[in-house]
């Protein structure tokens, strides 16, 4: 299963306690206080990371805890600092407070943090209550608790590229070809059931990097389907590639094309703002170009490249178009 969203319960450690302690040396009669303060609790940072593609290592796990601090020793020795608990997640994952919804913070580079939970203040030792009127104190302090929050992270995958399309349209088949990656296809509908992300390396040494999103239908803003759990990866991809079926025979085209188009409109209207191309899949089971100089017809303004997944065909000149659209 592929993990996109979690709740967790976070708590920073507890700062150590601070002691009472007295120097107890010969020839030494009245030593005095020299108990040392405790070491702060450890903090939790949430880390964005470029290797971590998914939340599935949080699936198990909702609470996490950061390390207490130590105890304050004699000899004024302050107690060691407990560590702080760094959590790896992906690039795009929004950080929100569970209470109020409110979002604190949107990771969206490699190497970000996020401070969530600072650790607990260190306890005072009774050196720290010395003064001139009061030589001998007798009182210490304990630790003060971390922060505790519960947080929900979503997460919004970030590609190059995203691969729109309905059930079975050769997505999938699509991504391993370019990126000569064995992915799960089959000829049913939803075959894929997580997001899929592939990086493309050029001799050049630019990269692409593509996300086959889980097949989208009619009224899938409302939810049917995969719906909503997958339309919002689609917000972070910088240009999108719309896979139609061209040689189906129970599904038109044209009709495809404009429903992926109003799915995306209804859930954003400013997912159609990203540059677009469209990709007319399968021409290999055509016996003629009628179908595709229909839709031409039909969408003139539309870039449209005629292709075949499972040949190769047109795949080239569909790559150096993403390319260039890249690069500008």
């Known amino acids: 299963m592929f993990t996109d969203r979690i709740r967790l319960k976070l708590i920073a450690g507890k700062g150590g306690n601070g002691v009472v302690a007295w120097r107890r040396e010969k020839f030494i009669p009245k030593g005095g206080p020299c108990g040392g303060n405790g070491g702060p609790g450890g903090s939790i940072i949430l880390r964005s990371s470029a290797d971590v593609y998914s939340l599935d290592a949080f699936r198990n796990r ?3 805890s950061a390390e207490k601090g130590a105890q304050g020793g004699p000899n004024q020795r302050q107690g060691r600092k407990g560590k702080d608990l760094v959590i790896p997640i992906p690039c795009g994952t929004l950080v929100k407070d569970v209470e109020t919804g409110a979002i604190l913070y949107d990771l969206t580079q490699d190497g970000e943090e996020a401070l969530i939970c600072r650790g607990g203040k260190g306890g005072l030792g009774n050196t720290f209550f010395k003064s001139p009127t009061n030589r001998a104190p007798n009182k210490c302090t304990p630790g003060k608790p971390g922060d505790e929050r519960a947080v929900e992270l979503e997460l919004k995958l970030i590609a190059d590229i995203g691969l729109v399309g309905y059930p079975s349209a050769g997505k999938s088949t699509l991504l391993s070809k370019l990126a000569n990656t064995p992915l799960k296809t089959g000829a049913y509908p939803f ?13 050049d040494y630019t990269r692409l990097s593509i996300a086959d999103i889980p097949g989208i239908i009619e009224n899938a803003h409302k939810n ?4 909503l759990e997958f339309l919002r990866h689609i917000e972070r991809n ?3 590639i719309f896979v139609v079926d061209i040689a189906s025979t129970y599904e038109d085209p044209i009709e495809v094309y ?5 799915e995306l409109h209804a859930y954003s209207p400013a997912l159609l703002d990203k540059p677009s191309i469209v990709a007319l899949n399968k021409i290999d089971a055509l016996e003629d170009n009628e179908a595709i100089e229909a839709f031409r017809a039909h969408f003139p303004d539309a870039q449209i490249f005629p292709i075949s997944s499972i040949d190769g065909t047109g795949l080239s000149e569909m790559l150096s178009q993403l390319r260039s659209e890249k690069l500008q």
Do not use: E, M, Y
Request: hydrophobic letters at 40%; glycine letters at 8%.
């Open 258 to 262: 404009k429903t992926l188009r109003n």
């Open 224 to 227: 049917k389907g995969l719906g």
């Open 191 to 203: 075959t894929t059931l997580a997001p899929n992300v592939c990086v493309l390396d050029f001799d």
């Open 238 to 240: 910088q240009s999108l």
């Open 62 to 64: 909702r609470l996490l």
